[in-house]
């Protein structure tokens, strides 16, 4: 007999970030015009200027905030903080 509670685990779409020659894969949970909420599986330091690689479109972005939990890092991504900055 099926569980009827058991729910299907969210399929989130993938994306990577790159810093100091590193590629590291992540899931999308959220993107919303300038800011992107992004989960990476790995340990390790990330730093406050990385790109952002989607869909072949590269952005750079600036960690406004990080969270460790049992997942994994949360990363929460300003994709406009970089780009003012470069302007400036």
């Keep these: 007999m099926a569980n ?3 729910n299907q ?4 779409t993938t994306a990577s970030i790159r810093f100091d020659g590193e590629v590291v894969p992540c899931a999308v949970l959220s993107l919303a ?3 992107a909420h992004v989960r990476v599986f ?3 330091r990330v ?8 869909d072949g479109a ?3 972005a600036q960690v406004a905030l990080r969270k460790q939990g049992p997942l994994g890092l949360d990363l929460w991504l300003d994709l406009h903080a970089a780009r ?3 302007a400036a």
Excluded at 9 to 12: F, L, V
Excluded at 47 to 54: K, M, N, S, Y
Aim: glycine fraction near 8%; charge should be negative.
């Design 84 to 86: 003012d900055a470069i």
């Design 47 to 54: 730093p406050d200027e990385i790109a952002f690689v989607q």
């Design 9 to 12: 685990a969210p399929t989130h």
């Design 42 to 44: 790995t340990t390790g």
């Design 33 to 35: 015009g300038s800011a």
């Design 4 to 6: 009827k509670h058991f």
């Design 58 to 60: 590269d952005h750079r």
